[in-house]
């Protein structure tokens, strides 16, 4: 049985630098998934000179695509020891505020639950995931104590998460998500739900060995900025050194850019809480 990486959503910058920088770094077989299969395949063909690279097609919100990458490497009888999720939906500006939300968390959330469903059985005893968020994906940037209690609660089961969910995407239908408090971006609720959900992959996962962590990759510039592949190598090594050298005890954490573990309920827009 063969041992494998996996990076899912890398045709970003950011996922693309991942890519470069785990070719170097880890010597067994390296998947990688695009929703777009052009893009996948010109990572291909600019990263050639790593002979352990495989594309294969997956979109998060299509479950078949999902189901055909599981049969493919239990086909092949590899077992995942490395998983970084780099995934990322932002909706085109048009759209109306309902369907919005629905895409976004059709990607961030829901898709990113059925794939764990699917895929992270085939972790092996110690693997490490590596969820990519970011300062939006800290608790502060929703306004509301009540929802910030519900959605930290230590306790909160997944079908809780999903009721959360499904209440912010009703205030968003009735238009009242920001006077509910839900924050000022539907993006950043959906991150906000990303990181719950590797605390409850944490909670689910880790009497198994698996290290479940996520990461704000730092100062990555946005779609707009791509021209400086700097910010994304950081950004990069930030993500590798959680998915290759982090001590163990790093484990069901947010990972600030600065490779420290921070509180998820820090202030995002004041200085971040070491622990
Ligand atoms: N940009 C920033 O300033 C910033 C800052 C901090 C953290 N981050 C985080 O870093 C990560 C990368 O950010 P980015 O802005 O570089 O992302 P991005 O360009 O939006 O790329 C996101 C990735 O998600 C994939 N994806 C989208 N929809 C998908 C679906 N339905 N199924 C499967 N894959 C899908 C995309 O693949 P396709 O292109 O094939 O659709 C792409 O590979 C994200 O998690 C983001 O939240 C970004």
């Keep these: ?41 010109s990572i291909y063909e600019n990263l050639k000179e790593y002979s352990h690279l495989e594309y294969f097609r997956v979109d998060l919100t299509y479950t078949k695509s999902i189901i ?13 020891d490395l998983l970084i999720n780099v995934t990322d939906h932002v909706p085109e500006k048009q759209l109306s505020s309902v369907d919005k939300v629905r895409r976004i968390l059709a990607v961030n959330f829901y898709g990113y639950i059925n794939f764990g469903k699917l895929v992270y059985p085939l972790l092996t005893r110690n693997a490490r995931v590596v969820n990519v968020s970011g300062p939006a994906g800290l608790l502060a940037t929703i306004e509301n104590e009540a929802i910030r209690k519900r959605i930290s609660d230590p306790k909160l089961t997944e079908d809780e998460l999903v009721a959360v969910l499904q209440d912010f995407e009703e205030a968003v239908k009735r238009g009242i998500q920001k006077t509910e408090g839900w924050g ?5 609720v959906s991150k906000v739900a990303l990181a719950a959900v590797t605390f409850l992959q944490h909670r689910e ?3 198994k060995g698996v290290i479940i962590n996520c990461v704000n990759p730092g100062n990555v510039s946005s779609r707009e900025h791509r021209k400086s592949t700097k910010a994304f190598e950081e950004g990069a090594k930030t993500i590798l050194y959680l998915a290759l050298e982090a001590p163990l005890t790093v484990k069901g954490n947010f990972v600030w850019s600065n490779y420290n573990v921070i509180e998820w309920n820090s202030d995002p827009f004041l200085e971040v809480t070491t622990v």
């Design 1 to 41: 049985m063969a041992n494998v990486a996996v990076v899912v959503g890398a045709s970003s910058n950011l996922g693309y630098q991942v890519l470069k920088q785990l070719g170097s770094a880890y010597k067994g077989k390296i998947y990688y998934t695009t929703e777009d299969e052009s893009t996948g395949y």
């Design 68 to 80: 055909n990458f599981r049969h493919h490497i239990q086909d092949l009888d590899e077992r995942i």
């Design 184 to 188: 000022h971006s539907m993006h950043a």
């Design 205 to 207: 996962w880790s009497d």
